[in-house]
């Protein structure tokens, strides 16, 4: 059975600080020393393969955790991004595609317009 998709507007704030809390848990416990960004990027590729379906107004869209996306503006530009998943909440790290540099991961709510979200398109 296919579940119904999740609204990203219904995400509770604490849902924006998961990750956060459990690196610095990790920190605190001394299992790891790396900073916050570094261990988002490694958990970003060692993290569990799992996909999720999300709404945003009347657009639907699935995510993949470990993929690449891009949307596209209203200028034509696009923006690229790589996404995680952390229980079914989005993580967006936007890429510069002139020098590949990967910045900071964002929750994904709220990032992207619907009519952006509507040029969703998976790159790898």
Do not use: C
């Not at 999740?6 to 848990?25: C, G, M, N, P, Y």
């Not at 923006?79 to 967006?92: E, G, T």
């Not at 510069?96 to 900071?104: L, Q, V």
């Amino acid at each position: 059975m296919q579940r119904q998709p999740i609204d990203v507007a219904h995400f509770r704030k604490e849902r924006f600080h998961t990750l956060f809390d459990e690196w610095q848990s990790l920190i605190r416990q001394h299992a790891i020393q790396v900073e916050y960004d570094a261990w988002m990027d490694q958990r970003y590729v060692q993290g569990p393969a799992s996909s999720v379906t999300l709404k945003r107004g009347r657009v639907v869209f699935d995510l993949v955790h470990g993929a690449v996306y891009q949307v596209r503006g209203k200028d034509g530009s696009g923006r690229i991004f790589r996404v995680q998943l952390a229980d079914d909440f989005p993580y967006v790290s936007f890429r510069d595609p002139a020098s590949g540099a990967d910045y900071p991961w964002v929750g994904l709510p709220a990032v992207f317009t619907q009519a952006e979200l509507m040029t969703l398109r998976r790159m790898y």
